[in-house]
């Protein structure tokens, strides 16, 4: 299918992207997700706790556990592009790390770089602040690994 074009100069590919993107999109906006006191009350175990993203969690975990096991008996995608081998498991400090600093951002501002996207449509001040911060974050977090690499092996 490589080379075919639809709707003027886009690949399928890039179709399938735009449509999923749009539904990932209406599904941060449909369940809350980009409401930063919904995702602060779902992380508020202790205090006013709100379990609806629960709801969303499961609505995305539980499909892909069955997409999943179809792709793993794949070579390629519907589309016809490689499926890549699924990478072996392997906790390490850097993991730990991102993991920690992502949750503790999560927390603090209630948002991820999903809802951050929505937020920078309609977030007003706060939500572009947010989202050009953690682009600034993303841009610069390849140096300070690299950095933190390499005095950690010498």
Known sequence: MAGRKFFGHAEPREIVAFLTGGIFGSGLLVSGMIDTKKVQGWLDFFGAWDPTLAFVLGGAVLPMLFVWRIAEKRKVSVLGTPIPPRPAP????????GSLMFGAGWG???????????????????????FLSMVSGMIVAPTVAGWLSSRTTS
Do not use: N, V
């Not at 392997?90 to 790390?97: E, N, Q, R, V």
């Not at 948002?111 to 001040?125: E, M, Q, R, V």
């Open 108 to 130: 603090l501002a209630g948002l991820c770089p999903g809802p951050a996207l929505a937020s920078f449509a309609i977030g007003g001040w706060g939500g572009a602040l947010f």
């Open 90 to 97: 392997k906790m390490d400090p850097a993991l730990i790390a």
